[in-house]
């Protein structure tokens, strides 16, 4: 019955083979927004490439990324010639930050953009930037749950004349609140217009949360910069991101790191039979498209045939059939939460009701606040019932994927249920 909606391109049989049941785990697994269970076929692509480093003599195999920056590129719908492979997305957003620092249309005084409690890895970098170059961190407050303010009203609020950079993500990695980027990018987009070219912002977003789990069209979006790790959502190894950077941007960035491997010649097969350095050193030309951005090294002949067979599953899956399973499992959650009280009638917990389907945010209501229970004892209390999540912003995070079922939900619903004091232990207090 758990697994009774799952979606038509991922049945149960397939959901099983790939990761286990769910009812066999030994554990309820509500952390994906931190790290997927790898896929078995996926685990056993990376088995075998690891193998071949036993007879280095045979070669490495094929180079999976072609196929890689083909697969993500259909996942956003974009043209794999605007891919680019990182290690990281702090990587990511670094080579963004990096190019800035050297751009002589900022001014002192110029603004980026980012939110609150936003995952540091599209913080950190902006903060660097704006050390070097006196610019101003804005920095916007959440919106209350029941307020008339959203996300999309409050950084469109703090967009002004000023605005260099708008950095977000689609989804909020501790609430699972939504991010309209696509009402912001059409404000962005006017900006742009009614401004003169060294003074446009730039829209950059760590997809990190959303790619894989729900639909992302970078042709909607309209993005300068999208970077997304592929241990979460993409179901992919760790020390990967798969960066999306705009054509536009191409001939006017350099990558983080200067190497032979993005450079017109280098994949040829004589370049170091030859000996490719003349006297002025090596060619130096970059290869076309976002190749250019790629990180430097080997391309790992291990984890990127696994990235390789992960993108071909979510692909096949769909992000659109994802999302619409997780919103079952989301739906079943906020109906329980609507129904536990504390012992004075108020809610015990509160959740963004028109957040995404994969990430829900559990905060204790100020109501249980008082009753001492805050967000740290409800990762205790989850954790001691083998219920695996983390704790965020002060709540927990609940992260759904195909491979949670609905007992899954009803596990958790019966321990925030436990926690919430009963009257007569409440009155002791």
Known sequence: ???????????????????????????????????????????????????????????????????????????????????????????????????????????????????????????????????????????????DLDGPSSWADRVLAAIDGTTAVVALPAVHWCTGAKVDLVRISAVIHATRNARPPAHRPLLVIDGTQSIGAMPFDVAVIKPDVVACSVHKWLCGPYGVSLVYVAPHLHGRWVGLEHHERNRVGSDHPEYDALGAMGPTGYPAEYMGGARRFDCGGRPNPVILPMVAEALQLVHRWTPSAVQVYCDRLAGKLRAGLGRIHTADGDLAYTWDPNGCGHIVGVRPSKALQRHGVTGLKLGEAVAAKSVVLSVRAGGLRVAFWLYNIERDVTVLLDVLRAVVPSRSSSSKL
């Open 1 to 143: 019955a758990g697994h009774a909606h799952s979606t038509a391109m991922a049945g149960v049989a397939e959901l099983a083979q790939e990761f286990g049941r769910a009812d066999e785990r030994g554990v309820v697994y509500l952390d994906t927004a931190g790290r997927s269970i790898i896929p078995q076929s996926v685990l056993d692509v990376g088995t075998a490439a690891l193998g071949l480093k036993r007879t280095p003599w045979t070669g490495m195999g094929s180079d999976p990324t072609p196929l890689i920056r083909e697969r993500f590129a259909q996942i956003i719908n974009t043209s794999h010639k605007n891919i680019a492979i990182c290690p990281s997305t702090a990587y990511a957003m670094s080579t963004v930050g990096h190019n800035l620092a050297a751009d002589p249309t900022l001014r002192a005084g110029m603004s980026v953009v980012v939110l609150a409690q936003q995952m540091a890895s599209n913080v950190m970098p902006w903060q660097r930037l704006c050390e070097l170059r006196d610019l101003k961190l804005v920095v916007v407050t959440e919106p």
